[in-house]
């Protein structure tokens, strides 16, 4: 029997500039949880930003959950969260899990994200 579980990648591709963009793609692989899919959120370009502990205050979104509350959220509910490396290096300054870098991430190259489109996996940009 064929496994009928959908797949859904988000990629993140904006950082501190553009929060509310974050927030939605955030928000879409919530909605694919919910919806019984399983998700991979991947953080790259200045999406590599959110992977920051501590970079979040000045990007508050009035009467929203945090991005960082979101990102744990994803998490705690299963979804896998990764980061391109070569984007931890220029947008955040490191790539080694663990160093400046929200626990439950993951490190994954572009292979990753390209291997999951190949599979056939729905993925939306934001």
Not at 8 to 18: K, R, S
Not at 38 to 55: D, I, K, Q, S
């Amino acid at each position: 029997m064929a496994n009928d579980t959908k797949r859904l990648q988000v990629l993140i591709t904006a950082g501190a500039e553009d929060p509310h963009k974050a927030r939605q793609g955030l928000e879409a692989a919530i909605t694919g949880l919910a919806l019984g899919a399983e998700v991979v959120v991947f953080l790259t370009l200045r999406g590599a930003f959110w992977t920051r502990p501590h970079t979040h205050s000045d990007c508050v979104i009035p009467g929203c959950e945090t991005i960082p509350d979101l990102l744990h959220d994803l998490i705690e509910q299963g979804a896998t969260v990764a980061c391109c490396p070569s984007c931890a290096i220029q947008f955040v300054g490191s790539c080694e899990i663990g160093h400046d870098v929200m626990d439950g991430i993951e490190m994954r190259g572009l292979a990753a994200m390209v291997a999951e489109t190949l599979n056939g996996t729905v993925t939306l940009t934001f």
